[in-house]
C-alpha cells in the first residue's frame, strides 16, 4: 500500500481481555517494528522484525505481550490479559531493510484499557 | 543504557523567531541521530539524520549537527511558521535497528 496502515485506530477493551492489533505495511519493506508511546512520552521499541522473524524483541515488557509476522508482511500484536498500564498508542513502522533509516510510521493504534 | 534528553515544552514562539530545541544523549559506540516530527493528528514523519560526527541533517529549513564532544544534536531553524506546530522527537539507534527517543518537545507558533 501507499502507507503502513493500523487497525483499528481506536481500541476499547476491558481489563482482563485479549487485544490484537494489525499492522500492514508498506508493500516490499522487509523489516517492520513495533514502537508504544505513552501519553506525553516518546515511542517505546518494542520488536524488530526482519522478514519473517522476530531479529530483537527485547522491548516486550512482559510474556503477555506476543508479535507474530507469518507471511513477512502484515503483522499482529497480541496482548494477553490487559492491564490498565497498557493503555497508550500503539505505533508500527517499517522500511526497505535493516539497514535503511527511511521508517515510515503509521498512524498508531490508540489501545484504552478500562 | 542509552538515552535521549530533550528540553521540556510546550516551546511558544512567534512567525518568524529562531528556533533551537535541544537534545542531549547517552549512549554506547556511534549512535546515528534523528529528528522526527508529528504533526496534529499525523504519523511520526522522518525531518532529518546524521549517522557520524560533525555531520549535519537538514530539511525544510531545519537543521541539526552531532557535536560527539558534548553529545549533542540541537535542533534549529531560523524562521519558524505556524505550520511548523508540531511536536519534535529526538532519536538515536546505535545499531540495533531500534530507534531511541525522547519524550518530545511540543512547538507551537503564533501568527
Known amino acids: 500500500g501507499a502507507g503502513v496502515s493500523q487497525t483499528p485506530s481506536n481500541k476499547v477493551t476491558e481489563k482482563g481481555k485479549y487485544v490484537e492489533l494489525r499492522c500492514d505495511p508498506i508493500s516490499g519493506h522487509t523489516a517492520l517494528y513495533w514502537y508504544r508511546q ?6 517505546e521499541f518494542l520488536i524488530y522484525f526482519q522478514g519473517t522473524g522476530a531479529a530483537d524483541d527485547s522491548g516486550l515488557p512482559n510474556d503477555r505481550f506476543f508479535a507474530v509476522r507469518p507471511e513477512g508482511s502484515v503483522s499482529t500484536l497480541k496482548i494477553q490479559r490487559t492491564e490498565r498500564g497498557d493503555s497508550a498508542v500503539y505505533l508500527c513502522a517499517s522500511s526497505q531493510g535493516p539497514n535503511n533509516y527511511g521508517y515510515t510510521f503509521g498512524s498508531g493504534t490508540r489501545l484504552t484499557v478500562v | 543504557g542509552d538515552s535521549v534528553t530533550q528540553m521540556e515544552g510546550p516551546v511558544t514562539l512567534s512567525e518568524e523567531a529562531f528556533l533551537t530545541i535541544n537534545c542531549t544523549y547517552t549512549a554506547t559506540g556511534y549512535p546515528s541521530l534523528f529528528w522526527y516530527v508529528q504533526y496534529p ?43 511548523d506546530s508540531a511536536v519534535y522527537f529526538c532519536a538515536l539507534d546505535t545499531g540495533r535497528r531500534a530507534l531511541t527517543f525522547g519524550s518530545g518537545t511540543r512547538l507551537q507558533v503564533q501568527p
Do not use: I, W
Open chain 1, 38 to 43: 505513552s501519553l506525553g512520552q516518546g515511542p
Open chain 2, 41 to 83: 493528528g499525523e504519523g511520526l514523519q522522518l525531518l532529518l539524520k546524521a549517522t557520524k560526527a560533525d555531520d549535519k541533517g537538514s530539511n525544510k529549513g531545519f537543521e541539526a549537527t552531532y557535536r560527539k564532544e558534548t553529545t549533542s544534536f540541537h535542533l534549529e531553524k531560523g524562521s519558524v511558521q505556524v505550520s
